[in-house]
Each structure stands twice: as C-alpha cells, then as structure tokens.
C-alpha cells in the first residue's frame, strides 16, 4: 500500500507542477488516453493523460457532486456551476485514490486528511 501512495503522490506532484506553469483556466491536459506503457499491459489503474491546450470545461452534475465530495472547497458558495480541466474519469480516479490515504491518516487525524486532500485539489 505504501507504494501505491508513493505513485499517488508523485502523480499529483507533476499535476501540480504542470498545472501551475498555464495561465489561469487554461488546461494543459484534459481525459484519459490509454494505459501507461511503463507498467504492464493488464495493469488497469496508470493511465497517460490526453494533451489538451484549451480552456477548462463546464462541470456536469455529476463532476459537481464528485467535487463536492473530494474537494467541497472549490465549489463556489452561490452554487456556480465550475469549469475544470479534468473529466469525469479523472475525478472517478481520484476520488478512488483518496480511499488508499483514507485508514492511515483520516481516522488518526481527520484535519490532517482533509488538508491533504485540499493540497492536491489545489
């Protein structure tokens, strides 16, 4: 387990580091493309992202409520409805990937779990 966290991490490390290097509501990739050929082909959980150089997209209901569940601080307080530069797919994954984190720091230390969900939704 303590690998797959270690992936998870260095994943959202370069997420960050990509994301922050565009200007602000401009995407540097958006979906899933295929499997990630450095692991083995009947892998099914590392993807390689698609490239999109365009603006994020209008969330649907159920990105919202995906969001509202893993990341409930970028929703806007007047129930805008946000753009993103992830899909569905992708928030699917990363609402999956949270449960690896979730036992070993959620129930010692809520506060701390919810705070490092905020640091890889930011």
Known sequence: MNQAVCQMFHFLLLLVTL???SPPGQ???YDRC???PDYPP???QHYLMCSYDGPAKQATAKMVEIIQDICPHL??????VPSLCCS?????DMQR???LPKPLIGQTCPTCFFNF???VCD
């Open 117 to 119: 969900r905020k640091n």
């Open 75 to 80: 929703l806007q307080q007047d129930g805008a």
């Open 34 to 36: 295929g499997p990630d």
């Open 19 to 21: 994301a922050s290097s």
């Open 27 to 29: 995407c540097v990739w």
């Open 42 to 44: 009947a892998d099914s």
């Open 97 to 99: 990937n949270f449960e």
């Open 88 to 92: 569905l797919n992708q928030l699917e």
